[in-house]
């Protein structure tokens, strides 16, 4: 995925870039959608400077391998804990409904994917492995720069 922007802010080596809406944003939902804007925050690119368009591109398979972290792992731990919860109490003899181990179970296991992944999620943003990144440099002239911070 490529969309192209324009720094609003530069911050030593990270910066701020700007977008407008794309179709394909519209459709997606995933942010807030009053905003006829976007802005995110990516590591420098070279000497980019206020003003200056990028190109950003998620890398390839970014996006899914993210929704599959974050909705599959969980989904499959659920699954897994309702499975082995409900037939629980016939291998171990325990007392009570079946039911209420498998949504104990279950529950728990699917918790503690979200509690794995969000004590891992550091680690991944130092790896930028799920973070759009700036590829590309387009410098304005002066004049078009001016016109772009004072908003025209």
């Known amino acids: 995925m490529e ?3 324009v720094v609003t802010d530069v911050n030593g080596e990270t910066m701020t870039v700007e977008f407008e809406r794309s179709p394909m944003c519209e459709k997606c939902g995933a942010c807030e959608r009053a905003q006829e804007r976007m802005r995110m925050e990516m590591k420098r690119l070279q000497d980019a400077d206020v003003g200056d368009r990028v ?4 890398p390839e398979g970014a996006l899914l391998k993210a929704a599959l972290l974050a909705y599959g792992l969980p989904l499959v731990l659920l699954l897994l804990g309702l499975f082995v919860g409900k037939s629980l109490p016939g291998w ?12 104990a179970l279950g529950l728990l296991l699917a918790a503690g994917a979200y509690l794995l992944i969000r004590r891992t999620e550091p680690k991944r943003r130092r790896r930028g492995s ?14 078009e720069k001016e016109e772009t911070q004072n908003g025209k």
């Open 55 to 58: 190109q950003v591109e998620l």
């Open 92 to 103: 171990l003899g325990l007392p009570g409904n079946s039911d209420l181990y498998a949504l």
């Open 130 to 143: 799920y973070a759009p990144q700036a590829v590309q440099l387009e410098r304005l002239c002066m004049k």
């Open 3 to 5: 969309e192209k922007g």
